[in-house]
């Protein structure tokens, strides 16, 4: 059940991401609002909404999530490769981005990710969505790295740059799921009585 949920949260999240990768503005930001509002609408696993509410001892099922999460992302990226679209060069734009800033700045940047991710998370759980509307395009416009969104700009590039540039993406990927673990947490480890 648990891969099934995270699969289809990547999914949306990855439908989310072509949006975004064929209107790269505030619009397209605005248009990405619509996966992780499908997301919470089915109550689907991702892991930036469930790392700032995990509970001890459950990290294996995280990752889990993490990898039903790619493995979404991975269906819509088949489906961006057959798109007239020119979303591969702005998949490949976005990762050459994300690799120039390096692994240390890029998990540093993915905190104030997954510290949005967890916000807005916990106001859908009080049953106001409103505030999904201004954090996903916020940390879109702030260029704060998405585990799960960055998967699906990764597996879009070409494969020949895929392939090329394996160990530094995979390092790069690493911070990221780190820094938005960390960031999903700040709550948890400023305020640990909240």
């Known amino acids: 059940m648990v891969m099934r949920s995270s699969?289809?949260?990547?999914v949306c999240v990855g439908i989310a991401g072509f949006g975004y990768l064929a209107e790269r503005s505030i619009v397209g930001a605005?248009?990405?609002?619509?996966?992780?509002?499908?997301?919470?609408?089915?109550?689907l696993k991702l892991y930036?909404?469930?790392?700032?509410?995990?509970?001890?001892?459950?990290?294996?099922?995280?990752?889990?999530?993490?990898?039903?999460?790619?493995?979404?992302?991975?269906?819509?990226?088949?489906?961006?490769?057959?798109?007239?679209?020119?979303?591969?060069?702005a998949a490949l734009d976005i990762l050459?981005?994300?690799?120039?800033?390096?692994?240390?700045?890029?998990?540093?940047?993915?905190?104030?990710?997954?510290?949005?991710m967890t916000t807005v998370v916990t106001f859908s759980r009080q049953g106001k969505n409103l505030p999904l509307f201004f954090?996903?395009?916020?940390f879109i416009t702030c260029g704060?790295?998405?585990?799960?969104?960055?998967?699906?700009?990764?597996?879009?590039?070409?494969?020949?740059?895929?392939?090329?540039?394996?160990?530094?993406i995979l390092l790069f990927y690493v911070s990221i799921v780190i820094g938005n673990f960390l960031g999903c947490n700040i709550y948890r480890i400023i305020m640990p009585q909240q």
Do not use: W
């Open 7 to 10: 699969f289809m949260s990547g």
């Open 96 to 116: 050459q981005s994300r690799l120039a800033m390096g692994p240390l700045r890029g998990g540093i940047l993915a905190m104030g990710c997954g510290f949005i």
């Open 144 to 168: 704060f790295p998405h585990c799960v969104a960055d998967a699906f700009y990764y597996l879009t590039v070409p494969f020949d740059f895929l392939c090329s540039h394996i160990i530094e």
């Open 48 to 89: 930036t909404g469930t790392a700032g509410f995990i509970r001890k001892g459950n990290l294996g099922g995280l990752f889990l999530i993490l990898a039903g999460n790619i493995l979404g992302c991975f269906a819509v990226s088949l489906l961006a490769r057959c798109s007239a679209l020119p979303l591969q060069e």
């Open 135 to 138: 954090g996903v395009p916020l």
């Open 30 to 43: 605005v248009l990405f609002c619509f996966g992780l509002l499908t997301v919470v609408h089915y109550g």
